[in-house]
Every structure is written in C-alpha cells, then in structure tokens.
C-alpha cells in the first residue's frame, strides 16, 4: 500500500502468533511528514531511525515527525496481549515513547534483535482486508492543506500513489520485520497474557457498564479495575472508550451514516460520538474516513 510520503505495508503474523499479534508492519518515506496516531489499545514495538523504541497504549492523539528517506518496521501487539514482555507495568508506557534501553532487562531482547541468533526466518504474508485492527496513524503531508491531508489508512483504499520504494529497501524492510517477528515470536511464550483480556474488551465494547461486565465475568469492580490495567494500561472506562471509538471508525469507513454509526457503536447520541472522536483524535470524524 503506498501513501502520500511513500509506501506502508503490513503482514499478517501467522496463525500461531495471531492471537498475540495484530500485524507487522513497515513504513518507507519519501518525503518529511507528521504522522498522527490514534487510541486503539494496542501496544507496538518500532525499529526506526533512532533505534528501538515501544509505543504504548495511547489515550489521545499522538503526533510523531518522520524524515524524508526513513524506515520505520514495528510489531503491532494485540489488545491486552503484551502481557509481561516489556518487564514493566503496561500502564508505565501509557501515552508514551520509550527507548527499549530505558526499560529494565532490555539487554537479552536487545542483543537478539541486534544479532539475532541463526535460525530460519519466517515468511510474511500480506496483511488481509479487514484483518486485525485498524491502522493506527493518520499521514500528514507538509506541502497540503490540513483538511485534506489528514487521513486514517483504510484497509483497501488510500491517497494517490506518489511512487513505490526500490526493491533494496523493501528487502531490507522485510529482512528486518522477519528478525522482529522471529525474536518476539520465541519470547511472547515467557511472557503470558491474561486470558480475560479479550472477554474484558469485548463486554466493555458491547455497551454494558463496568458494573455490569464485573458480574457477568465473575469479579468485583475493584478486580475489574486491577486487571484492566494490567493487561490495558487503561482503566475499564477509559478501555470502553477506546473500543468504542474504534468501532465506530470501522463502521464510517463501510459507509454507515454517522447517526446510525452512534447507535451501532454504543453512543447515547450523534453529539456523543462527535465528542469522543475528537477527544481521542483530536479531529472530526470526516477526517478519519
């Protein structure tokens, strides 16, 4: 897929680190530009120029510059399937971007990304339509006017292509995100996830209360809360929210009106959902289709 700026791809994880991890992905540039990230609970791992760095759970929008030239490859974790990987609470890496040498016991996952240990490195496979979550990051050309150089990535569709990366970079790309996936691959199963974690989203999405999805899961409001945030970096509201927001995202990109888009979604109203959106993006939601 390219994008105004250059080329983005993503690559399905395989089916047995699916359950953990959304996509790898990688992003070539051709030009400087500002790439704004949105809410959508997921926690990346990302080579870029500066090095290795984790992206957390984000509560609001996040801009981040990107240099003309730039290869940025990362691996998209799942909702509340960090798990212990990073060694730290995940609500320590919330709204932020840490270097992977800031994190405690860094050094072996360092050392095996830098110099990864011989073994055979897994083929990718292009990320299906619909797969997984939606992407994370609106682009921002600098030489366009705001309105209509915001974009959130649809699955299929995007701007109009300015040029496709050379094949050296793609390779070298590629090369990269396999090391990634194969590295994180070996370690995820040292680093368990909460097996609640997806029936936690999935209740909190459905519309009903905190309350509510305590009871139907078999936990008080306060166990709800602790394991939330273990497993999110968000507290259920917050959580509730995010899921929501994406949700609705999903459904305005398949063309459903804005207020049927509210009732789908879990929103009390139109005004709810405009609220949220901005909120969690910073924009309107016109400019996240």
Not at 34 to 43: E, G, R
Not at 147 to 166: E, I, K, N, S
Not at 183 to 201: I, K, Q, S
Request: glycine share 10%.
């Amino acid at each position: 897929m390219t994008y105004v700026g250059g080329m983005y791809a993503e690559r399905h994880p395989g089916p047995g680190l699916a359950d953990r991890i959304a996509c790898g992905w990688h992003r070539i540039s051709e030009a400087p530009y500002t790439q704004l990230v949105v809410p959508d609970a997921c926690v990346d791992l990302i080579w870029g120029a500066s090095g290795l760095f984790v992206a957390g759970p984000d509560t609001g929008p996040m801009p981040a510059s990107v240099a003309s030239g730039e290869t940025v490859v990362g691996i998209r974790f799942r909702p509340g399937a960090v798990g212990d990987f990073f060694g730290v609470p995940l609500h320590e890496l919330r709204d932020r971007r840490v270097p992977l040498t800031d994190l405690p016991g860094h050094e072996p996952l360092l050392a095996d990304l830098l110099d990864p240990p011989p073994a055979p490195l897994p083929q990718w496979r292009p990320q299906s339509p619909g797969f997984g979550l939606p992407d994370r990051a609106l682009d921002r050309a600098p030489d366009r006017a705001p309105d209509d150089a915001l974009r959130h990535p649809p699955p299929v569709t995007g701007p109009p292509q300015r040029g496709v990366a050379p094949p050296t970079r793609v390779a070298e790309a590629e090369a990269r995100l396999g090391v990634m996936r194969a590295v994180v691959g070996r370690r995820l199963a040292a680093a368990p996830a909460d097996p609640a974690a997806r029936a936690m989203a999935t209740a909190l999405g459905s519309g009903r209360s905190v309350a509510q999805v305590a009871w139907d899961l078999g936990y008080s409001e306060r166990q709800l809360q602790r394991r939330s945030v273990t497993s999110f970096g968000y507290a259920p509201k917050t959580l509730q929210r995010v899921v929501r927001f994406q949700r609705a995202l999903r459904l305005a990109r398949e063309g459903v009106p804005p207020a049927e888009v509210a009732v789908r979604a879990g929103f009390t109203d139109q005004a709810h959902l405009a609220n949220d959106v901005k909120r969690l993006s910073g924009v309107q939601l016109s400019r996240l289709i």
